[in-house]
């Protein structure tokens, strides 16, 4: 190989190696040609012909960068996490989404927090929804707010259910196993 002021050589193969410091303009690498990191194989950056930047570590895709967004492939551990916005976790068809701003935080299924499924927190309330209905709420005093019938014990199991006065502990008492009220 041939070398250049110390800092680069170059093989006949066309491969370079550098040592040192490198300034320059510009350095392009082909669509589909490799970046190596680490002095290995296993350890590169990648851009696809599709503009998909890639990350590989290991051999595999850790993490693409997309004009759309960032997606990080296997699984993230972090101190901390702070999303400005929305994230979506799942598969394209099958997301769980979760939002946050100066107003609500919240997780949905669909396309906003007020559509499908969600639960959300803001206002001093947290809000449920279903069927893109919003079906109930908790407010900050604890009023449990149900927009529609509400059911306990679907499934009629041996469970008892009663409602607390300012002075009686059993002030409606249902007794589940028995099937009476008192």
């Known amino acids: 190989g041939q070398s250049t002021s110390g800092q680069m050589q170059l093989a006949s193969s066309g491969a370079a190696t550098f040592s040192g410091s490198v300034t320059a303009d510009e350095i392009k690498v082909g669509a589909t040609d490799r970046i190596y990191l680490d002095g290995g194989s296993n350890t590169y950056i990648q851009e696809s012909a599709s503009d998909d930047l890639r990350f590989f570590v290991g051999g595999s895709q850790a993490v693409r960068v997309r004009a759309s967004g960032t997606d990080i492939l296997g699984s993230v551990t972090a101190d901390g996490l702070t999303v400005d916005g929305a994230a979506s976790i799942g598969s394209s068809t099958a997301k769980t989404k979760f939002y946050s701003d100066s107003t609500y935080n919240g997780i949905y299924n669909g396309s906003s927090l007020t559509s499908d499924e969600s639960i959300y927190m803001g206002g001093d309330a947290i809000f449920f929804y279903a069927g893109g209905q919003n079906r109930l709420n908790i407010d900050s005093s604890g009023a449990l707010i149900s ?10 199991a041996d469970k008892d259910f009663r409602v607390e006065s300012s002075g009686n502990a059993n002030m409606l008492f249902v007794d589940g196993g028995n099937n009476v009220v008192g």
């Open 147 to 156: 927009k529609g019938s509400a059911v306990f014990n679907q499934d009629g």
